[in-house]
């Protein structure tokens, strides 16, 4: 954290305050009508018209020379540079204008000339202090290397670090072409119950609270799954939440305990269906907000969304990644003996199928850099998704994999009440009250063949921002609280 070593610095601003409070001015109780921002005011001007303007912003950086300063301008649009002089403003004002500083938050006005330079900018003829800066921004941002500090202040790396700035902006545009692309394909979006009853819909560890007027515990929602369900029931046939979710597990560049995700279910559909979706979906975000679909990782290696994406079956990158073509056929005992020679932990606790799916999260998904739908995945791992008719040890599903990571999975959905009740006891096991009696019962009334999938916001921002950290996409990222 930045801790009081700058203590001359801010005794100066205080007294620079003090004393204007002492004059009967004080900044914290003024506004201005920003009719501008920097963007619009560049687009106004013209060669041939005396236009002005009125913008707002907090100064970032200050030229001062003599009798005529510029400085540069920072709102929400970018920036805008400012032309100061005292022959415009009055030797007053212009005294007054020096006593800014870096940081404060100012008001101006004036008609846009084009400098020597080619550069747009407004000459000032007014100005008003709207909010002081009592602390210096950070003069070396670009050079500091504490992530600690950039993670826990974000508000500081976005007014001076401009990727930080624009990568946030994506971020938001992304979010409203998912809704824009899922409204015009006649999904509804609703709202579900993040405080819930029995954590289902996933496989993760939730976090639990108390609800004193019901004297409850309740479950943090580890997935939206089984609520929009229920909507498909309802009559719902396309129907979307977008939201936070929350897992009490482990923080890692592709994991934070507070995330966002979407998941749609559209009836009459199934995980094809969905593989459709996802892809116009991305190829939509592609041309309305990137305008390219070849990205850069952070290593240098590209990506190309455009074009046919590859298919392959779990069971065939599994052998691909062993070398092992009756890896499938292998003990259990054969197969954690593998794990040791390939370099993978496997717990010799875990269900055949774990040592399987640890392979997998660690030889398969890092090295899937393209596109790839992972099909055809063990039953074991969804218990939520039809099993294949041709092979019922096996689900009609897909992991849609980029970046090395897992983008959205996507199932046909189950909707078998007494194929989901079977699947639901095996999985809880002896923790019977685990169950979620309340979704089964919803099941018995009919829900439609449907696709449904879910997409990690985070995780498909770390793609399309070319990010290099789950942190780098979320404002604010999960961190250790401070101690005294």
């Not at 770390?462 to 999960?478: F, G, K, M, V, W």
């Amino acid at each position: 954290m930045q801790e009081d070593d700058n203590s001359e610095l801010l005794a100066v601003r205080r007294n620079k305050l003090a004393e204007m409070r002492s004059e009967g001015f004080d900044p914290f109780r003024q506004n201005w009508d920003q009719q501008y921002t920097s963007a619009q005011a560049k687009k106004l001007f013209s060669d041939n018209d005396d236009i002005e303007v009125s913008v707002a912003g907090r100064i970032v950086a200050y030229r001062l020379m003599g009798k005529a300063s510029f400085i540069k301008l920072l709102d929400r649009d970018g920036h805008i540079q400012l032309y100061i002089s005292q022959d415009d403003i009055g030797e007053d004002e212009y005294r007054n204008f020096k006593k800014l500083d870096i940081g404060d938050i100012i008001g101006a006005k004036g008609k846009l000339f084009k400098t020597k330079t080619g550069e747009i900018t407004v000459r000032v003829d007014g100005f008003r202090l709207l909010a002081k800066s009592m602390r210096p921004l950070p003069e070396k941002w670009h050079g500091l290397t504490d992530d600690e500090q950039i993670y826990r202040q974000r508000y500081l790396d976005l007014i001076v670090n401009q990727e930080s700035r624009a990568r946030a902006f994506k971020r938001t545009e992304i979010l409203k072409e998912i809704r824009k692309f899922l409204w015009s394909r006649e999904f509804t979006e609703v709202e579900t119950p993040m405080l819930q009853n029995i954590p289902g819909g996933a496989a993760a560890k939730p976090f639990m609270t108390h609800m004193n007027v019901l004297d409850h515990d309740f479950y943090l929602r580890i997935s939206l799954e089984l609520f929009l369900k229920r909507m498909l029931v309802a009559g719902f046939d396309r129907v979307f939440e977008l939201g936070r979710v929350f897992r009490n597990e482990g923080l890692s560049r592709k994991h934070n305990p507070e995330f966002t995700m979407i998941e749609l279910y559209q009836a009459y559909s199934d995980h094809r269906g969905m593989m459709d979706l996802i892809y116009d979906l991305i190829q939509h975000l592609c041309k309305t907000v990137l305008g390219k679909t070849k990205l850069t990782r952070y290593d240098g290696k590209e990506i190309e969304l455009s074009g046919k994406w590859r298919e392959e079956t779990y069971g065939n990158l599994v052998i691909e990644a062993t070398k092992d073509g009756h890896w499938f056929s292998r003990t259990k005992e054969e197969k954690l003996k593998a794990c040791k020679e390939l370099g993978v932990e496997a717990n010799p606790d875990q269900e055949d199928y774990e040592i399987t799916d640890d392979v997998f999260g660690k030889l398969v998904e890092p090295n899937l850099i393209q596109p790839t739908f992972v099909l055809e995945l063990p039953k074991e791992l969804c218990p939520l998704a039809k099993l294949n008719q041709k092979n019922p040890k096996l689900l009609d599903v897909f992991e849609l994999c980029i970046n090395g990571q897992e983008i959205a999975p996507s199932y046909s959905e189950q909707n078998d009440p007494f194929i989901q009740r079977e699947m639901f006891e095996a999985q809880v096991g002896e923790e019977i009250q685990n169950l979620d009696n309340e979704f089964l019962l919803a099941l018995e009334y009919g829900m439609p063949p449907a696709g449904g999938m879910g997409i990690g916001i985070d995780r498909l921002v770390i793609l399309l921002a070319e990010a290099d950290n789950i942190r780098d996409t979320i404002l604010y990222p999960t961190l250790k609280p401070l101690t005294d």
